[in-house]
């Protein structure tokens, strides 16, 4: 769980009530010690047991108080969780640590001379001193998989599409609600000349197939809009792998460019001593500091691509520091087929939901069913001969049928329906066309870029090697001239940036062809 602002607030909270029990449990000792008590073992044991319960309520009571927040995942849980984390936690070791740790440690303080007390303060200070200062001055590492957590509970877009399968599964429940009842009254001369009253209550129902059928559209409505979250989290992981490769790129780069401005800092002072000597003129040295200080600016560019890359991934992340990759844990995995693209899950979701509809459309067809109850006031003679008051009510029952005997509006949705189911499909396939058409193309450009890649490694690179080492020898041995060793260092160099160029689109392909199953 990253740190943040809430889980701040919680080791404020914590601390108070650590060093309140700390307080009250030294308290008692430093009582006991006044009251007479002088062995140290006794005083600690009977204080222990005297003030077991009030420190042990206090951290059960703030534990218990902060467990709803610890297990919430309603609104606002994201900033209740940290807090609640932090008490609970802190509070069960703390409880611990004063309990055991703090005993022993009162009688250990006890027995030490001022003198003793003074110089280990200091030690510890010092200590604390080292250890903060290489905390805040060390950046944090984070690995793939955090970064890819972290982009899924945090990122903005993410906890969007979170709130959007929560509406969903709202909306669902609200698709297979009944009908309002209704409710009405009568006053007047309804049955006689006389005022009478009536109450009524009606209720319109489907028959319950169709229930049944919202539900499943409710259902697969819900399927989609998991698809949905899950394909958003798929491109957040996505990007973050892209800028993990983009990253190492920058550092493999950065590296070459370490050691080539290591060299020419040598032939630097070579040709200063050459220059002073009298063994070269001045224009061996400029070219030299030229090509140092194009390399220097190629150095300056890859900084300002990390910090970009950095300020990227925090953003993507929604963190509140910024964190180094760790480019060791970029994971690989064999190609998924088409039907594990998100694309084409959310397309196939997207069928069954249309089909659903289908279905519903084709049962509008059945009746609906109508039944109510009313009641109604029956003054003067009836036809009974008996004669009747306010008092005397009489209900009755009624049954009735809607059916829908203009069909052609329900033809023509059944139609639209299956129209759209059409489309549904259409849609699969075209994306899996395009999908094929993406994956061949990106399959030809690898093996186009596997065969440079190969003859990079099996031929450039060790006549590379080659040609510095010997470069070198002879450079230093005064068998090759200026010019023509800084030519040849300087195409070895290029050589090898050129590898990395190559190497890096490598990945990207191998991103693009291989992330699918990447989890």
């Not at 399927?223 to 798929?234: G, T």
């Not at 194009?294 to 990390?306: F, G, P, V, Y």
């Not at 069909?407 to 489309?423: E, G, L, Q």
């Amino acid at each position: 769980m990253p740190f943040s602002i809430s889980a701040g607030i919680g080791f404020i909270a914590l601390f108070g009530v650590a060093v309140l029990n700390g307080i009250v449990l030294i308290a008692e000792f430093n009582r006991l010690k006044d009251a007479g008590f002088h062995n140290l073992p006794r005083i600690v044991m009977r204080g222990c047991k005297t003030r077991l319960r009030p420190v042990l309520m206090t951290a059960l009571v703030a534990s218990l108080g902060f467990l709803p927040m610890a297990i919430s995942n309603g609104s606002g849980a994201e900033v209740q969780r940290p807090l609640a984390t932090v008490v609970i936690g802190g509070l069960l070791l703390a409880t611990l640590l004063t309990l055991f740790v703090l005993p022993i440690l009162y009688i250990l303080l006890q027995k030490m001379s001022l003198k003793k007390i003074m110089k280990h303060k200091v030690t510890l200070i010092g200590i604390t001193v080292v250890l903060f200062h290489g905390t805040i001055h060390a950046q944090r590492t984070m690995s793939y998989h955090q970064a890819c957590d972290s982009a899924i509970h945090n990122n903005l877009r993410s906890k969007q599409e979170h709130l959007k399968t929560a509406w969903q599964q709202l909306q669902g429940k609200a698709l297979s609600a009944f009908p309002k009842t209704q409710f009405t009254t009568e006053v007047g001369q309804i049955n006689s000349a006389y005022f009478d009253t009536k109450f009524s209550v009606q209720q319109s129902f489907a028959f319950p197939i169709i229930y049944k059928q919202q539900r499943a559209i409710a259902r697969a409505m819900e399927d989609l809009s998991v698809q949905e979250k899950y394909y958003q989290e798929y491109i957040l992981c996505k990007k973050i792998h892209a800028l993990f490769l983009q990253y190492k790129y920058v550092l493999e780069k950065e590296t070459l460019l370490h050691e080539s401005d290591s060299m020419f800092n040598v032939f630097l002072e070579k040709a200063s001593v050459r220059l002073s000597l009298g063994e070269t003129n001045l224009l061996e040295k400029i070219i030299l500091s030229n090509q140092k200080s194009a390399i220097r600016n190629q150095l300056t560019q890859l900084e300002t691509d990390k910090k970009i890359l950095l300020l990227e991934l925090q953003y993507v992340t929604n963190t509140l520091e910024s964190y180094l990759p760790e480019i060791n844990t970029i994971p690989f995995n064999e190609p998924s087929t088409y039907s594990e693209q998100p694309q084409i899950s959310i397309a196939q979701k997207w069928i069954q939901v249309e089909k659903e509809k289908q279905q519903a459309e084709t049962l509008l067809r059945l009746p609906e069913w109508n039944v109510g109850l009313s009641n109604t006031s029956f003054k003067g003679v009836g036809p009974n001969n008996i004669n009747y008051t306010d008092r005397n009510r009489f209900t009755s029952f009624q049954a009735g049928l809607s059916l829908p005997l203009f069909r052609k509006s329900i033809k023509a949705k059944i139609a639209a329906a299956a129209t759209m189911v059409t489309i549904a499909q259409q849609v699969v396939s075209i994306q899996e066309q395009d999908l094929q058409m993406q994956t061949d193309s990106l399959q030809e450009r690898k093996i186009s870029l596997d065969k440079i890649i190969l003859n990079f490694e099996q031929e450039q690179l060790p006549n590379v090697e080659k040609i510095v080492r010997l470069t070198t020898q002879q450079f230093y041995e005064d068998e090759l001239s200026f010019l023509d060793f800084s030519l040849f260092i300087q195409q070895s160099i290029q050589t090898k940036s050129i590898y990395l160029d190559f190497k890096f689109q490598q990945l990207l392909l191998q991103h693009d062809i291989h992330f699918p199953t990447l989890k």
